[in-house]
């Protein structure tokens, strides 16, 4: 059982927003940032949100977190097929001493 | 641009040791703002920490409480790189691994990704 909780699908339709939802507890994201990531089958994880709202360089616009006490959040808006892949929750918990992450979601463009 | 190049066997019988390793380039072992992790992630227990090492003056290695006991990570300043040794694997240590960088917050690289079945 993963740390953060994730749903483990959502979906959308081009042009749509979605938000995902990762959602911990005090020692974690209520205490510490979030950084969010996607993961296409077979590849390594990429960084696409860190800090709770900062994006890398590279990463579209269409791409913003946010963060509220102990849950967070990813939206993607003006959603594109490409944007089909996995996401998933990352935070560093203070009691665990250690990082968690979120089940990942799966998000579907249909 | 950070790079981070894995190596070693996808293949390991049980009881006996996984062994990998990461080269980094484009940054150094010994930075005092990095920290080098190895992730695992397998469809029955998602992304899992394994741990990390890090220079701040000295070095500092840290383990997950559920695998400490079986495993070492080291860093190796000669080489640029640093590894990951598990001890007495089972089937259960079947995964992917992977070695990340941590830096200012987040874990911003990856390597990419050593698929690992413990199997007879």
């Known amino acids: 059982q993963s740390v953060l909780t994730q749903p483990p699908s959502a979906s959308g339709t081009p042009g749509q927003k979605i938000a995902i939802s990762c959602s911990g507890s005090?020692?974690?994201?209520?205490?510490?940032?979030v950084n969010w990531y996607q993961q296409l089958p077979g590849r390594a994880p990429k960084l696409l949100i860190y800090r709770n709202d900062q994006r890398p360089s590279g990463v579209p616009d269409r791409f913003s977190g946010s963060k509220s006490g102990t849950s967070a959040s990813l939206a993607i808006s003006g959603l594109q097929s490409e944007d089909e892949s996995y996401y998933f929750c990352a935070a560093w918990d203070g009691s665990l001493n250690g990082w968690v992450f979120g089940g990942g979601t799966k998000l579907t463009v249909l | 641009q950070v790079q981070l190049q894995q190596s070693g066997p996808g293949l390991v019988k049980p009881s006996q040791t996984l062994s990998l390793t990461c080269a980094i380039s484009g940054d150094s072992v010994s930075s005092n703002r990095a920290a080098w992790n190895w992730i695992r992630q397998s469809p029955s227990r998602g992304l899992e920490w394994l741990g990390r090492?890090?220079?701040?003056?000295?070095?500092?290695?840290y383990y997950a409480v559920s695998v400490k006991s079986r495993m070492i990570i080291k860093a190796d300043t000669s080489k640029n790189q640093f590894s990951l040794q598990v001890n007495s694997v089972t089937p259960e240590d079947t995964a992917v691994y992977y070695c990340?960088?941590?830096?200012?917050?987040?874990?911003?690289?990856w390597g990419q990704g050593t698929l690992v079945t413990v199997s007879s």
């Open positions: 005090s020692s974690n994201i209520g205490s510490d940032n």
């Open positions: 990340a960088r941590g830096f200012d917050g987040a874990i911003d690289q």
């Open positions: 090492t890090y220079y701040r003056s000295k070095w500092y290695t």
